[in-house]
């Protein structure tokens, strides 16, 4: 590209990025992250929601959370895309409680939850052993006029036919059924 005098932008940047996340080198995308920086590129929110997944798919939350609580110093607003995949990192690391904390700050924010990110926490929930909140915010997701995705149907199939639910949230649970 650069042979040709084409320079490459922001977007070309991402699209590199973020198959270097989501092929787990990590370690490569920081390094190409830091090009970015010192190209002076203007690095928008899409480019920091590629890195905070990245941190979180390799189990760097820590790092992850870093960066994220950084966006509002450099001018930049979370999406409901970078929540979601914070709040994905965070329940994937077993911080139920941060995660939860999360989406009430998302949600105080004006920035509101979509069927990806109910889906994604009540997958999570149910992974973290929370069955009882997963089944209260399918609710709530069905409530505000989304509808359970195949993989969290799987779920609740799989926890009402084993018998892992607490019998007072069947009723609920068999909504999503």
């Known amino acids: 590209m650069q042979a040709s005098s084409q320079l490459p932008d922001c977007q070309t940047y991402n699209i590199l990025l973020d198959g270097l996340c989501k092929n787990g080198k990590l370690e490569e995308a920081m390094v190409l992250f830091q090009e970015m920086e010192e190209k002076?590129?203007?690095?928008?929110?899409?480019?920091?929601?590629i890195l905070i997944g990245g941190m979180c798919k390799a189990g760097n939350v820590a790092a992850a959370k870093k960066l994220f609580r950084s966006l509002s110093y450099k001018g930049l607003h979370p999406t409901v895309r970078t929540y979601t995949v914070m709040i994905d990192g965070l329940l994937g690391g077993g911080l139920v409680s941060e995660a939860l904390n999360l989406q009430r700050e998302m949600e105080e924010k004006s920035c509101f939850p979509d069927s990806c990110t109910y889906n994604l926490m009540i997958r999570g929930l149910i992974r973290n052993n929370e069955t009882s909140r997963a089944v209260q915010l399918a609710d709530e997701m069905v409530k505000r006029g989304f509808s359970a995705d195949a993989s969290t149907?799987?779920?609740?199939?799989?926890?009402?036919?084993?018998?892992?639910?607490?019998?007072?949230?069947?009723p609920l649970a068999q909504k999503f059924v």
């Open 153 to 170: 149907l799987s779920l609740f199939v799989d926890l009402v036919s084993k018998g892992e639910l607490d019998p007072s949230l069947k």
């Open 40 to 49: 002076k590129l203007h690095l928008d929110i899409v480019s920091y929601t």
